[in-house]
């Protein structure tokens, strides 16, 4: 069984960084895509960010420039560096890994990220 936990949110002010972390346990193989979504009160969730294993990354555009999605395969683990926080970036955040194929779906718990000053 695969567990994702994530940790390093907060309330940050505007303008301000975060990273965010979210590790595996379990077997998860040599191929998947690791991911950050997050979801807003009264809002859908939405994508962030994802990296491969081969390392290409896609950005959501709200966050291109300011956010960096990174990943080490040693640790299974994927980062989520964030700079020039907004308000609108507050929400929960959610880490994503897709195994394989045959595409095995697993989310985190959700961390929550504030942006207020």
């Known amino acids: 069984q695969v567990q994702l936990v994530e940790s390093g949110g907060g309330l940050v002010q505007p303008g301000g960084s975060l990273r965010l972390s979210c590790a595996a346990s379990g077997s998860i193989g040599s191929r998947y895509v690791m991911g950050w979504y997050r979801q807003a009160p009264g809002k859908q969730r939405e994508l962030v960010a994802t990296?491969?294993?081969?390392?290409?990354?896609n950005y959501a555009d709200p966050v291109k420039g300011r956010f960096t999605i990174s990943r080490d395969n040693a640790k299974k683990t994927v980062y989520l560096k964030m700079n020039s926080l907004k308000p609108e970036d507050t929400a929960v955040y959610y880490c994503?890994?897709?195994?394989?194929?045959?595409?095995?779906?697993?989310w985190g718990q959700g961390t929550q990220v504030t942006v207020s000053s």
């Open positions: 994503r890994v897709v195994v394989g194929p045959p595409g095995m779906d697993y």
């Open positions: 990296t491969a294993t081969g390392g290409s990354t």
